[in-house]
């Protein structure tokens, strides 16, 4: 099963680009690259998923590089209330669900 | 038009007790999930159902036991609750059995036993 490592915690401010990297080394070929939010005393909120390339929806953009062993999520111009924790999960066809340890980010004025 | 909907809210309950959280979906999905979040924060999937049949089944302890009457509801009762059992609790779906599918969380369950 493929396990994720990202930032414990990042720091930014309103209007700049935040960009969060998870590594995931022993990812499989059918594996998808999928980040969630999660906002305090809420369950997670789907952002992006990607396989490769580029994927930019309009929340975000997800960066994959050729190997695939590692992925980039991209907030572009973070405001106040992107203020939360930042899960980067691996899942498979098989449907092993693991969810990193997360990314707080905290966004200040 | 809750799409994902726990309850209760808010559990506070007795070591020893049995209880139930209770998590419905309309979004017309075939497949549900239990997911458990400690302090730490840490998430873990516990459970998931298909049409009414487990597919997924964590290392979770024999007094965790779901119930799914039908695929759009999917219970989790617990016995003989122990300290450890806090965390917050979240019910989840997707379109198609585990897979790639986006999952929709609820808006999660804090139990707390004292």
């Known amino acids: 099963l493929a396990k994720t490592t990202q930032p414990i915690s990042m720091d930014s401010y309103e209007g700049q680009e935040v960009n969060i990297t998870c590594s995931h080394n022993n990812i499989a070929t059918n594996d998808y690259i999928t980040w969630y939010q999660q906002f305090p005393s809420q369950g997670p909120r789907f952002i992006i998923q990607?396989?490769?390339t580029k994927v930019t929806n309009e929340v975000a953009s997800l960066f994959i590089p050729a190997d695939r062993k590692s992925s980039t999520l991209s907030l572009p111009r973070v405001s106040l209330s992107d203020t939360a924790v930042y899960y980067c999960l691996v899942v498979g066809s098989q449907g092993n669900l693991i969810f990193g340890k997360g990314t707080k980010l905290s966004v200040k004025p | 038009d809750t799409a994902v909907s726990q309850t209760p809210k808010y559990l506070v309950t007795q070591m020893g007790n049995d209880k139930s959280i209770k998590c419905e979906q309309n979004l017309g999905h075939d497949t549900m999930y239990w997911y458990k979040q400690d302090s730490k924060k840490f998430l873990k999937i516990m459970f998931s159902?298909?049409?009414?049949?487990?597919?997924i089944n964590e290392t979770v302890p024999n007094r965790f036991s779901p119930k799914s009457p039908d695929k759009a509801h999917l219970n989790l009762h617990i016995n003989s609750l122990e300290l450890g059992d806090s965390a917050v609790y979240f019910c989840a779906s997707s379109f198609r059995a585990p897979s790639t599918d986006t999952q929709y969380f609820g808006p999660g369950t804090r139990l707390t036993v004292l």
């Open positions: 990607g396989y490769k």
């Open positions: 159902y298909n049409n009414k049949e487990l597919i």
